[in-house]
């Protein structure tokens, strides 16, 4: 089984910079495809970036030129590095795993597509003050 853990969430004023990690435990992260979402009250999740098991990202556009998604496989981390926090960004941080491949595996629209399974970690929390 796979468990995700998130860490690096805090309270940083508007502009401010912030670097998440989620480290999986258990086997397999080589070939898993990762990705962050977000969720602020009242709003569903939403997805935020993603990183294919070769490397491929993907970002929203109202991240783009801020965030970026990295993995190191050999400690089995994810990270996000945000910068030039706005307010807006001020969410719950989820990070996602996704395995098995059943189909063509896609890296599009901040997500990883063709995966059978997906796992999720707990949150960490993300508030950005004007």
């Known amino acids: 089984r796979v468990q995700l853990v998130e860490s690096g969430g805090g309270s940083v004023q508007s502009g401010g910079s912030l670097r998440l990690s989620c480290v999986a435990s258990g086997y397999g992260f080589r070939d898993f495809c990762m990705a962050w979402f977000r969720q602020s009250p009242g709003k569903q999740r939403e997805a935020v970036a993603a990183?294919?098991?070769?490397?491929?990202?993907s970002y929203t556009d109202y991240v783009k030129g801020r965030f970026t998604i990295s993995r190191d496989n050999d400690k089995k981390t994810l990270y996000l590095e945000m910068n030039n926090l706005k307010p807006e960004d001020s969410a719950m941080y989820y990070c996602?795993?996704?395995?098995?491949?059943?189909?063509?595996?896609?890296?599009?629209?901040?997500?990883?597509?063709?995966?059978?399974?997906?796992?999720w970690g707990e949150g960490t929390l993300v508030t950005v003050s004007s």
């Open positions: 996602q795993a996704s395995a098995n491949v059943v189909s063509f595996p896609v890296v599009e629209g901040a997500q990883c597509h063709g995966y059978e399974r997906t796992y």
């Open positions: 990183i294919g098991s070769g490397g491929t990202k």
